[in-house]
Structure formats: structure tokens, C-alpha cells
């Protein structure tokens, strides 16, 4: 029973994560949708929301297609340096926490999309 309960966990959490990231990821690769004004706040230059926007796209593809269990956890890897690099760089410059929950949101999304992923999209060890 946990196993079922662990894979409708997985599959919500993901498909949320799937949603959240390509919906962001197509607005920053298109530099639309107030990104451009939020990555201004944070001091960052604008050409970087063309370069997250295509790796958070090529990290859905990267989480939801099957098998590639390496490449999930580069993805899963990038979608939490990301998030937190999103969510820290909203304090540091003294936001408040209604600005960093979107990327605080994700980064929990992340992780639990990671812990509770299938055996079938984990790497197992090779010297089983």
C-alpha cells in the first residue's frame, strides 16, 4: 500500500513541479510574463532568463520521460540549485517571503518529487 500511496505522491507532486517549471521556464526563455522585472530586483543581467529557461524546459523532459535515471537526478540536481539560488537571491536582497515563495514552493516540489520517485527512476548501484 505505501507503494501506491509513494507513486500518487510522486505523480502529483511531479506533474505540479512539470507545470511550474515549464510554465516559468517558457517565460524566461521568451523574457515575458514580469521576469524581466524580477530578475532586474535581483541584480541579475537579463540574457540569463534565456539560459534558465531552456535548461528548466530540458529538465521537465529530463524528469518525466522514462528510464535515463542519471540524467533525472542532473535534472533534479539543476531544479534544486536553481529554486534555491531563486530563493535565497529574493532575501538577500531583502525581499520578503511573499516574493521568494513561488521558487521556495518549487524547491520543496523538487524534493519531494525526488524522494518519492519510483525505483524504476533511481539509479541503482552497480555492485549489487
Do not use: D
Not at 517549471?21 to 517565460?27: I, K, N, S, T
Not at 510574463?33 to 535548461?55: A, D, T
Amino acid at each position: 500500500m505505501t507503494t501506491k500511496r509513494n507513486k500518487i505522491i510522486y505523480w502529483i507532486v511531479t506533474g505540479f513541479l512539470s507545470f511550474g517549471m515549464l510554465a516559468g521556464g517558457v517565460q524566461q526563455m521568451l523574457q515575458i510574463g514580469g521576469y524581466n522585472e524580477i530578475i532586474k530586483q535581483l541584480g541579475y543581467p537579463q540574457y540569463l532568463l534565456s539560459i534558465l529557461g531552456v535548461w528548466k524546459i530540458l529538465g521537465v523532459i529530463a524528469i518525466l520521460i522514462p528510464k535515463f535515471p542519471l540524467l533525472k537526478e542532473w535534472a533534479y540536481a539543476g531544479f534544486f540549485f536553481v529554486m534555491s539560488g531563486a530563493s535565497i537571491s529574493h532575501f538577500a536582497v531583502g525581499q520578503s517571503l511573499t516574493e521568494a515563495m513561488p521558487s521556495l514552493i518549487l524547491l520543496l516540489a523538487t524534493i519531494l518529487s525526488w524522494y518519492f520517485r519510483p525505483e524504476s527512476r533511481k539509479i541503482t548501484s552497480l555492485t549489487k
